[in-house]
């Protein structure tokens, strides 16, 4: 019985063991000056709100070099030795970087649609000190050492941020066990899978058997499968909608109605019963990507969670925002699978979130070319999908939860602390003696406007859901590993994020 309680603690405790693994590629040899928006080796951050695992102090933090090495509150405080830099934030919140596990950056081959130096700036920008990057929408697909190998060499000094990579689970290698263990060896830091067309030609789909046999090779690093949960029903289709209706978001949320969630995840049940204690797949766990259904797929996940299965899932910050109703006719910035559904269901995500049964966020970031998002035409049956925005999900995420009585704790929680438990990076997430000074500064109460003014750094910003929006928290300054990559509307001369390869 003490066994069962583990496993099913909200706070992803069960994910403790994959945080067993870091292995960092060294980025070539930069000087700091061009590396760092601040010279300094050795300094102090100092605020009146700092967000530790232990709450909410006023105090300072101690950097030297890569690593946070001491917090201290303001009653601890003793000053500083001759020559240490104090950088003062006042009321400004100082917590750990966000780290985002789910992002599409397409690079290498369609570096067009969003590539590492301008996915990386923006997440910099927007206070995420972590990227890790999906194994499509790049060309070729992340799906073997080899098709690896090319990520590598594109992010090399070209990325701002640190960041990692997942491999891709796919028919032709789901049955080859020896392909699937050099993909792991190689550095990935877990899997990925779709149960539906993905629209990537080289990324086609699996099943539960695909899935069953990923797991088990899977359960020998103990790293995680992380699953698209959509099955496309025989009774579901849209090719009766003709193409005046096309236009009408209501008609594309039609063609994926919460069924399909709900039958992808039933199916994935049948498998996640092997990673429980004792069970054939013991130390795989199973994570699903972008849960939009809050009502029937999210009770399954729940049951699984009780019944001890090794099972988390996030869902992303456009279904927290936005809402089916609002969405006006044309808009194809607002189409991505699964879709954003109706106002009840928003509620129940954010009552999800809160009380703990969704474990954590990400921005599923998803860019294309402006050209095939149809902006013009608003087609939403024939316009790429996918949301653009993970410069924003910071004040996306305290701007619409507010209402529901978000705290900092709980941004770290949803961004950094879990976030890092999935990715197995035991050295980030948390402003801790020992960690990686991984650290946004922010103010959480300047509002502004996404206007074409405002700095806007992903590569294409027009085709953003979120570009119109009045939003709450504005980031000061994001620190990667010491560095101080990005300050008021400027970044770090070099890009000197650094790749994050597991190692066994």
């Known amino acids: 019985m003490e066994h069962l309680q583990w496993r099913i603690l909200p706070a992803l405790i069960l994910l403790a063991s994959f945080a067993a693994y870091l292995y960092v590629k060294a980025p070539p040899k930069v000087s700091r000056n061009d590396c760092s928006l601040l010279l300094h080796y050795h300094y102090w951050i100092k605020s009146k709100r700092i967000v530790t695992p232990d709450g909410v102090i006023s105090g300072a933090v101690e950097v030297k070099g890569k690593f946070i090495t001491s917090v201290v509150t303001e009653n601890d405080w003793q000053g500083t030795s001759k020559g240490e830099e104090v950088i003062d934030y006042g009321e400004a919140v100082v917590m750990p970087g966000f780290i985002d596990v789910h992002a599409h950056l397409d690079d290498p081959g369609r570096a067009d649609w969003e590539g590492f130096p301008s996915g990386t700036k923006a997440a910099a920008a927007g206070g995420i000190t972590t990227l890790i990057d999906m194994p499509l929408n790049s060309d070729p697909s992340t799906t073997s050492t080899e098709n690896l190998e090319l990520k590598i060499k594109a992010a090399e000094k070209n990325i701002y941020v640190d960041v990692g990579f997942w491999g891709g689970l796919v028919p032709d290698n789901a049955f080859n066990s020896s392909a699937l263990e050099a993909l792991l060896d190689a550095g990935v830091l877990g899997l990925k899978s779709f149960m539906c067309p993905s629209g990537i030609n080289d990324f086609p789909m699996t099943n539960a058997n695909h899935i069953k046999e990923g797991l088990s090779v899977l359960a020998k690093y103990r790293r995680p499968l992380l699953v698209h949960a959509e099955i496309q029903l025989d009774s579901e289709s849209h090719s009766d909608q003709n193409t005046e209706d096309a236009r009408s978001y209501s008609t594309y949320l039609k063609t994926r109605p919460p069924a399909w969630e709900e039958a992808a995840i039933r199916e994935l049940l049948t498998v996640t019963?092997?990673?429980?204690?004792?069970?054939?797949?013991?130390?795989?766990?199973?994570?699903?990507?972008?849960?939009?259904?809050?009502?029937?797929?999210?009770?399954?996940?729940?049951?699984?969670?009780?019944?001890?299965?090794?099972?988390?899932?996030?869902?992303?910050?456009?279904?927290?925002?936005?809402?089916?109703?609002?969405?006006?006719?044309?808009?194809?910035?607002?189409?991505?699978?699964?879709?954003?559904?109706?106002?009840?269901?928003?509620?129940?995500?954010?009552?999800?979130?809160?009380?703990?049964?969704?474990?954590?966020?990400?921005?599923?970031?998803?860019?294309?070319?402006?050209?095939?998002?149809?902006?013009?035409?608003?087609?939403?049956?024939?316009?790429?999908?996918?949301?653009?925005?993970?410069?924003?999900?910071?004040?996306?995420?305290?701007?619409?939860?507010?209402?529901?009585?978000?705290?900092?704790?709980?941004?770290?929680?949803?961004?950094?602390?879990?976030?890092?438990?999935?990715?197995?990076?035991?050295?980030?997430g948390a402003i801790a003696s020992g960690k990686f000074a991984d650290i946004v500064v922010w103010d959480p109460s300047a509002e502004f406007d996404l206007t074409n003014e405002y700095p806007v750094y992903i590569k294409h910003p027009s085709i953003s859901a979120y570009m119109g929006k009045r939003l709450t928290g504005k980031v000061f300054a994001t620190f990667v590993g010491g560095n101080l990559v990005y300050k008021e509307e400027k970044h770090a001369p070099a890009a000197c994020g650094v790749q994050i390869l597991a190692k066994r």
């Open 273 to 428: 019963k092997d990673t429980r204690i004792g069970g054939s797949a013991e130390g795989a766990h199973l994570h699903i990507v972008h849960l939009s259904d809050a009502s029937s797929s999210l009770d399954l996940i729940k049951e699984a969670k009780v019944n001890g299965d090794s099972l988390s899932v996030e869902t992303c910050t456009h279904y927290l925002a936005f809402t089916a109703e609002e969405i006006q006719d044309g808009d194809t910035r607002f189409k991505c699978a699964p879709p954003i559904r109706d106002a009840p269901n928003r509620e129940k995500l954010w009552e999800a979130l809160m009380d703990g049964h969704i474990d954590m966020l990400s921005s599923d970031h998803s860019p294309t070319v402006p050209e095939l998002k149809l902006l013009g035409e608003g087609n939403f049956l024939r316009a790429w999908g996918g949301i653009s925005g993970l410069q924003f999900v910071l004040p996306v995420t305290w701007s619409y939860g507010k209402k529901y009585g978000v705290t900092l704790e709980q941004l770290a929680l949803w961004w950094s602390e879990r976030p890092a438990k999935i990715a197995g990076q035991k050295l980030k």
